[in-house]
Nanobody
Framework: QVQLVESGGGLVQAGGSLRLSCAAS????????MGWFRQAPGKEREFVAV????????IYRDFVKGRFTISRDNGKNTLYLQMNMLKPEDTGVYYC???????????????WGQGTQVTVSS
């Protein structure tokens, strides 16, 4: 399995931006489907975006389309989530995950980071 470490979270005002990073261990990063999920207090973990291993294909949840961009640098073993026009409802712990299937289902991702807190104030 791949080891994942997120960074880049913090406190930002509504309308602001943050870029999350997820550093992965190992030499097979490019073979993994990578995803971002988030969990708000008292709520279930939910899918945000996913990117394929080499072709760079992406899928986004509707509530982040046009505001968030998922990307990856396979040479640096790093996944990113650029978040613009942040809203208070984007507040939560953001997790990166690695899997082998092209999927938005959390159960299909076998490796998870520890999460990074994003707080958006109104």
């Amino acid at each position: 399995q791949v080891q994942l470490v997120e960074s880049g979270g913090g406190l930002v005002q509504a309308g602001g931006s943050l870029r999350l990073s997820c550093a992965a261990s190992g030499r097979t990063f490019s073979t993994y489907v990578m995803g971002w999920f988030r969990q708000a207090p008292g709520k279930e973990r939910e899918f945000v975006a996913v990117i394929s291993g080499r072709s760079g294909g992406t899928i986004y949840r509707d509530f982040v389309k046009g505001r968030f961009t998922i990307s990856r640098d396979n040479g640096k073993n790093t996944l990113y989530l650029q978040m613009n026009m942040l809203k208070p409802e984007d507040t939560g712990v953001y997790y990166c995950a690695a899997g082998r299937l092209w999927s938005s289902q959390a159960s299909n991702f076998g490796s998870w980071g520890q999460g990074t807190q994003v707080t958006v104030s109104s």
